[in-house]
């Protein structure tokens, strides 16, 4: 069992950053893949990022490609997003999500996760 819990969103205006993170209980977390995912009002829930078990791996959506930036520490069981250059099109809700994987794999399809948390409102004034 795993539970994650982010935190880190808030208000900023555009152009502006934040960083986001999400803490992952248990003792196994250095077995699971995680993801980073969002989901705006009256939109489905997309793909923002995703880093392997090793971190050696990453992989972003393309709106996000070059501003934002996905890590792992695997010391304090956390994952980071590192979101700059901020939009208004980024406002959404932000989810973390883990999965077991390889060593090597990265998911983006959010019925690969099996564990997300509750997620923490980001929004982008214009």
């Known amino acids: 069992q795993v539970q994650l819990v982010e935190s880190g969103g808030g208000l900023v205006q555009a152009g502006g950053s934040l960083r986001l993170s999400c803490a992952a209980s248990?003792?196994?977390?250095?077995?699971?893949?995680m993801g980073w995912f969002r989901q705006a009002p009256g939109k489905e829930r997309e793909f923002v990022a995703a880093?392997?078990?090793?971190?050696?791996?990453?992989d972003y959506a393309d709106s996000v490609k070059g501003r934002f930036t996905i890590s792992r520490d695997s010391a304090e069981n956390a994952v980071y997003l590192q979101m700059n250059s901020l939009k208004p099109e980024d406002t959404a809700v932000y989810y973390c999500?883990?999965?077991?994987?390889?060593?090597?794999?990265?998911?983006?399809?959010?019925?690969?996760?099996?564990?997300w948390g509750q997620g923490t409102q980001v929004t982008v004034s214009s």
């Open positions: 999500a883990a999965v077991f994987g390889t060593i090597t794999a990265t998911f983006r399809g959010a019925t690969s996760y099996d564990y």
């Open positions: 248990g003792r196994t977390f250095r077995s699971w893949a």
């Open positions: 880093i392997s078990r090793s971190g050696d791996n990453k």
